[in-house]
C-alpha cells in the first residue's frame, strides 16, 4: 500500500484513564462476593437465632396462628437462601460450549494473509496469531485464550463473511485497520479486555437460564398451593439476587462506556488514515444498510423455519443480494437515521454521525487500495461462507444443517428471476427474506472482545 500518513499512538493520559477505569471495575466482583457472604451470613443468623424464637410467638394454637408463623419462619429462609444459592451459584457457572470460528489457512487464502500483512505494518500493530472467520456483521480483535493469550500477547483477529461480502477491498482494510488499532493500543486493550470479561460475566450469570431456573418454575406452576407458594417464595429470592448483580453490572457499565468510546475514536483514525475519510463514510453507511438488512433476514428466517423447516445455505451472499436491492428510499431512510444518531451516555460505541464527523475533519485520502469487491481477495468465498453459515446454525440456533433442511440460495436467486415481472409492492424483497433473530431460540450474549 502506498500513500497515507503514520497513525501515532494513544496519549499517556488516555492509558492512565484506562487503568482508573479497568481498577474500578475489578472492584466489582469484590463488592459481589461481600454482597454474597453478607446473604449467606444474613440466612445463616436467621436459622440459628431468629427461626425458634418465631415458633416461640403466644400466638395461640389456631390454625392461623400455624400458618403465621410457618409464614414468618419459612419464608425468610427460602427466599434469602435463594439469595445466598444464586449468588454463590455464578461463581462455578461456565460458559455454553461454543464451536470455535472457522480459522482461514494462509496457503488456501494468501491474498487475505497477505492483505492483513500490510496493514499490520502500516499501523505498526503486531501481527495477529490467527485470522478466523465466523458469521456476525463484525470484525473483532481478541486475545486467544482469554487471561493466558493476553499474558503472551497472542492475538486473533475475527472477520464476519456478510462483512466481507458487502464492502470493497477499501473497505475492508479500513476495518481491519481499525482492529489493528486496537491491537496497537497494547496496555489499553488489555484493561479493555478486563472490563469487557468482567461486564461480560455479570451479563451471563444475570441473563443464563438453567436447570436450577427451570426446576423453580416448576414449583411455582403447581397446582399444590404450598409448594407454588415455595416456587414464588425462591423466584423472588432468585430475582432479588439477579438484582443486585445487575446493579453491579450497570455500574461497571457505565464506569467504563466513556473510555470504550475513545479507544474507538483512536481506532477509527487509524481505519481513517489507511482507507480515508471517504471510504470510512461510505463503509460506515454500508454497516447501517447491512445491519438493517441482517435484522430483516432474521426476523423472517425464523418465520420461514417454522413453516417448513428449512434455511438458506450462504446467509452472507443472502445479505449482499439483499442489500444491492434496497429500493432507494430504503436506502435513503436507514442513511438518515444514521446521520441523526445520537451517542447515550452507556454506549460503547461512538453513533456513527459523531464517527463520520470526525473522519470528516480529519480529511485524509488513504493509501492506494483497490475498490473491488472484497470477496475477490478470497479464493474459495463461497465454500467458506457455507461453512460459516452451518457453524452459525449449529451454533447459535441449535438446528439441524442436513441437505434436506438447507435451501441452496442459487435456486432462491433463480425462482425469484423467473416470476413473472410485476411491480412489487413495498417494501418488496428480491429474495423471501428467511431471517431469524437468534435471541428467540436461545440467548445470544454480547462478545467480551474488542468489536469494531
Known amino acids: ?41 444474613g440466612v445463616y443468623y436467621f436459622a440459628t437465632h431468629d427461626f425458634l424464637e418465631i415458633w416461640e410467638w403466644p400466638l395461640g394454637h389456631t390454625k392461623y396462628a400455624l400458618l403465621a408463623k410457618v409464614l414468618c419462619s419459612c419464608t425468610p429462609l427460602l427466599v434469602g437462601g435463594c439469595i445466598a444459592v444464586f449468588m454463590v451459584k455464578p461463581i462455578f457457572a461456565r460458559p455454553k460450549n461454543r464451536m470455535d470460528p472457522i480459522a482461514l489457512n494462509p496457503a488456501v487464502e494468501p491474498r487475505v494473509y497477505q492483505m492483513v500483512q500490510d496493514i499490520c505494518a502500516t499501523v505498526g500493530a503486531p501481527a495477529p496469531r490467527r485470522i478466523q472467520l465466523d458469521c456476525d456483521l463484525n470484525a473483532s480483535a481478541s486475545f486467544e485464550r482469554g487471561w493466558h493469550g493476553m499474558n503472551a500477547n497472542k492475538l486473533i483477529l475475527t472477520l464476519g463473511m456478510p462483512l466481507i461480502a458487502g464492502l470493497t477491498q477499501r473497505e475492508m482494510a479500513g476495518v481491519i485497520a481499525h482492529e489493528f488499532g486496537h491491537f496497537r493500543q497494547g496496555i489499553g486493550m488489555r484493561f479493555s479486555y478486563m472490563i469487557r470479561s468482567v461486564n461480560g460475566w455479570f451479563v451471563r450469570v444475570i441473563y443464563e437460564r438453567d436447570a436450577w431456573d427451570a426446576t423453580v418454575e416448576g414449583f411455582s406452576a403447581t397446582d399444590e398451593k404450598w409448594i407454588a407458594f415455595m416456587g414464588w417464595c425462591m423466584r423472588m429470592g432468585i430475582a432479588i439476587s439477579r438484582g443486585v448483580l445487575w446493579c453491579l453490572m450497570m455500574l461497571g457499565h457505565a464506569i467504563s462506556s466513556l473510555l470504550l468510546r475513545q479507544m474507538e475514536y483512536d481506532a477509527d483514525r487509524c481505519e481513517i488514515r489507511v482507507a480515508g475519510s471517504a471510504a470510512f463514510e461510505t463503509t460506515t453507511l454500508k454497516l447501517g444498510l447491512l445491519a438493517d438488512v441482517m435484522t430483516d433476514i432474521n426476523r423472517e428466517m425464523l418465520k420461514i423455519w417454522r413453516k417448513q423447516f428449512q434455511l438458506p445455505d450462504n446467509l452472507p451472499v443472502l445479505v449482499e443480494h439483499r442489500v444491492t436491492h434496497l429500493p432507494p428510499e430504503k436506502r435513503e431512510k436507514i442513511a438518515g437515521g444514521i446521520g441523526l444518531s445520537k451517542t447515550g451516555l452507556l454506549d460503547t460505541h461512538p453513533c456513527a454521525a459523531d464517527r463520520i464527523s470526525q473522519a470528516r475533519k480529519l480529511a485524509e485520502t488513504g493509501y492506494d487500495i483497490s475498490d473491488e469487491p472484497a470477496r475477490d481477495l478470497f479464493e474459495n468465498f463461497d465454500i467458506v461462507s457455507r461453512l460459516v453459515t452451518l457453524a452459525h446454525y449449529e451454533d447459535n440456533l441449535n438446528v439441524p444443517t442436513t441437505e434436506d433442511f438447507l435451501i441452496p440460495l442459487e435456486k432462491l436467486i433463480k425462482e425469484k428471476r423467473e416470476e413473472p415481472a410485476e411491480p412489487p409492492p413495498a417494501p418488496a424483497s428480491p429474495l423471501p427474506m428467511m431471517t431469524f433473530d437468534p435471541n428467540a431460540f436461545q440467548g445470544q450474549k454480547p462478545q467480551e472482545n474488542q468489536g469494531n
Open 1 to 41: 500500500m502506498k500513500g497515507g500518513t503514520k497513525a501515532k499512538g494513544p496519549p499517556a493520559v488516555y492509558h492512565a484513564g484506562l487503568a482508573l477505569v479497568a481498577i474500578a471495575t475489578v472492584v466489582l466482583p469484590i463488592i459481589y462476593l461481600a454482597l454474597t457472604a453478607l446473604a449467606g451470613y
